[in-house]
């Protein structure tokens, strides 16, 4: 009933950029955020970034100052700026919806792959 959909992800060059969008729509929900995760085979997923519906954003340590996670309520649409990639920013992104309690609707994925 509520879809979420990622794009723009692609095969780049290491100190590239790519921009990743979401949009989530389909029924009324409550959503007090958005965040991108991530997941690269053989490792854990990740929260990337987070953006609160007041605008509170918050970082992984490894990201900090290279991606930039911004969002459109109106269009109930988050975006992740991504800047001077490296090889291990490789994952399949996901674009997630905070209730408050926890992320209850996700997307499909989107692939980045960033070659050396």
């Known amino acids: 009933q509520v879809q979420v959909v990622e794009s723009g992800g692609g095969l780049v060059q290491a100190g590239g950029s790519l921009r990743l969008s979401c949009a989530a729509s389909g029924r009324p929900f409550s959503s007090f955020g958005m965040g991108w995760f991530r997941q690269a085979p053989g490792k854990e997923r990740e929260l990337v970034a987070a953006i609160t519906s007041g605008g509170t954003t918050n970082y992984e340590d490894s990201v900090k100052g290279r991606f930039t996670i911004s969002g459109d309520n109106f269009k109930n649409t988050v975006y992740l700026q991504m800047n001077s990639l490296k090889p291990e920013d490789t994952a399949a992104y996901y674009c997630?919806?905070?209730?408050?309690?926890?992320?209850?609707?996700w997307g499909q994925g989107t692939q980045v792959t960033v070659s050396s």
């Open positions: 997630a919806l905070w209730n408050g309690f926890r992320y209850d609707y």
